[in-house]
């Protein structure tokens, strides 16, 4: 199994910042894409930006310009700078990663999630 552990939400005023770490531990071969995704109440979860192995990333319209994605990929960990907050990104954050296993002989794509973080941008 693979658990994906998420820490760095919190209340923060319109135009601070945060920034969220997602770590993977468990029986990893490697991880292909990590992302965050978010879900605003009464909202339907979206993603919010990936990022490959290899470091390509992709942004949501509403991130671009101000959160920006990375990893460490030795640490299997996935981070999320998000900068000049605005009361519309309060959300639950959820981390996301397409892990591949290898049990015995065989390698296994699953995809897993995190248990999600509050990220709340009040004054």
């Known amino acids: 199994q693979v658990q994906l552990l998420e820490s760095g939400g919190g209340l923060v005023q319109p135009g601070g910042s945060l920034r969220l770490s997602c770590a993977a531990s468990?029986?990893?071969?490697?991880?292909?894409?990590m992302a965050w995704y978010r879900q605003a109440p009464g909202e339907q979860r979206e993603l919010v930006a990936d990022?490959?192995?290899?470091?390509?990333?992709t942004y949501a319209d509403s991130a671009k310009e101000r959160f920006t994605i990375s990893r460490d990929n030795a640490k299997n960990t996935v981070y999320l700078q998000m900068n000049s907050l605005k009361p519309e990104d309060t959300a639950v954050y959820y981390c996301?990663?397409?892990?591949?296993?290898?049990?015995?002989?065989?390698?296994?794509?699953?995809?897993?999630w995190g248990q999600g973080t509050q990220v709340t941008v009040s004054s």
């Open positions: 468990g029986n990893i071969f490697s991880i292909e894409t």
């Open positions: 996301n990663a397409i892990v591949k296993r290898k049990i015995v002989s065989r390698i296994y794509d699953s995809e897993y």
């Open positions: 990022i490959t192995s290899g470091g390509s990333t």
